[in-house]
């Protein structure tokens, strides 16, 4: 399924052959109504090329988990257009959207997020087990993600038998199963200790290089933004800064 | 995508196994009640049914008095005769057997041993009218029941107790105070329903009975055995009439005897019982119920608990049916399988309970579908509320639930 199909623009050659992995054009959204509307983001303009390692930063408020989840198809915009792949998705309803995250998109929350009781290989194939893989396919796979995150031999191990960090592992592995074409990561070091924090960006910087995963990562920690090759920051429900390294990694 | 539902939904149960024990107990506590209820219903059914037909077929009871159990009519009531049964016998048609019967009890003694027994005076119709065969010896001579000889047919029990291991024919048996030879040997009809022990009994010509026992020509009851197909109620009434006749009973006195035709006791009593049945099935009907009302507290409360797992699901790309499905397969998987905990429990218990209650263990394979089938739909009307709330979560809302 492409995102064209998700979003009913069945031509798929009308889009444009250079078109950005991710453009918000104009992006609102208001939270309640009237007297008490909050508008969390006023005007978002925000073009993500494939390949980009993006750090989102802002104070609590500024509007960044808002745009994250946005751009995570978790929720929808009052008014603008989020083009993916150049298909307007905007409009999706719940049901197309929940497409568009299993077959594009990967998340890594900041608490970690596995099933309890459950094994880590279990957990990794849990994204596979909605998309219909066969059984066989899914060990392999999730065996593979595992070892690329570096956890082969921790398999049958439950997140209550994992540290923090091989939790977070474990999480990646499942984000990133599926081959998306983005992961998404909210705080992925929130819960961590700094030498994990940073075994953890290195290793989001080296799917990023090796598999060449977009990642964009919300975090309000300069030390890891740092391992981004942009940083764009929020305040006040607009981006008031949108800053590159010189050096682009790749593409 | 289905079995992928299911798959999902049996792993969630087999990961809270303790929960999903408490969860199904109520529908399996319910599913047992209703089919050890029914079973044991149906059981105690089938032994009154038993019962009755061991009293022999199409037989009907003739007794003094207006109508059974104590306080029925005293002493002045007038007893039926010989007579009255050789009347029957000669003018009632399609009648197999009628046999006038005096009962008694004494001690016996053969050798050693004593034992106290049921003493039944009366012909050799009784065999026909109570379905009696003869293990081994020989029924009365008519010599023997005309001059009331001093013989006797024991039960299987009354062997066992005083002739332990030897062939009681031909041997002396004392019965209370005279000495009668023991000619016959009844074949064993086991416990009635009610217990009682249907083969601990002598059986000795009805003369010999008034002679040696009652002095008088009294007849306790007479037995009337008919023929297959023949209608009871015509039988009845002629009876009825040929008794009054003979009572000379003018036509404002009421009947100042009776006839049961145990055919409709047995209705009766089995009628009784299958509404008892029904009732006791219903009540437990209603704690299945509740056990599908537990479900679906666990289920909310699950819903509530899982939240955030929930939350993971719908984010890495979950549709809504797929939760809705998995939720209401968690329920029904839970409740179908209560439901055949709860029959295994019940066909497990129902054997031990039918001894108990001395009724046979009768396997109804209709209640035990119903209960089944029953607990799975408790499962889907009990299971999609909760099942509904899951689906309709909101992803940002359940990820960020504590």
New interface residues.
Partial sequence: MSVSEASGNTDDASKPADAPLIAFQGITKTYGQGQTAFLALRGVDLTIHAGEFLAIMGPSGSGKSTAM?IL?C??TPSAGAYLFQGAHVEHLD??QR??L???Y???V?QGF??????SAQ?NVE??L????EAPEKRHEAALAALALVGLSGWEHHTPAELSGGQQQRVAIA?AIVTQPLVLLADEPTGNLDSKRSHEIMELLVRLNQEQQITVLMVTHEPDMAKYAYRNVHFVDGVVSSDSREEALPCS | MFLNAILLALREICRNLMRSFLTILGIVIGVAAVITMVTLGNGATQAVADQISSLGSNLLILRPGQRLGPGRDGVSVPRFRIADAEAISSQVASLQAVAPVVNSGATLVAGNENWSSAINGTTNDYLIAGNWTLATGRAFSEDEEKLGRAVCIIGETVRAKLFKGQDPIGSPLRVKNFSCEVIGLLASKGQGAMGMDQDDMVIIPIRTAQRRFTGNQNVSTILVSMKDGVDSARVIEQIGDLMRERRKLADHEEDNFNIQDTKQIAQTLSGAIGTLTTMFGAVAAVSLLVGGIGIMNIMLVSVTERTREIGIRLAIGALEHEVLLQFLIEAVALSAFGGLVGIVLALLACPFLADLMQVPFVFDPFINLLSFGFSAAIGVLFGYMPARKAASLDPIEALRHE
């Fill in positions: 989840n995570g978790l929720d719940r049901n929940a497409l995250r299993r077959h998109l990967g998340f929350f997020n596995l099933l309890a009781r459950t279990e849990l994204p087990l909605y998309r219909g499942r």
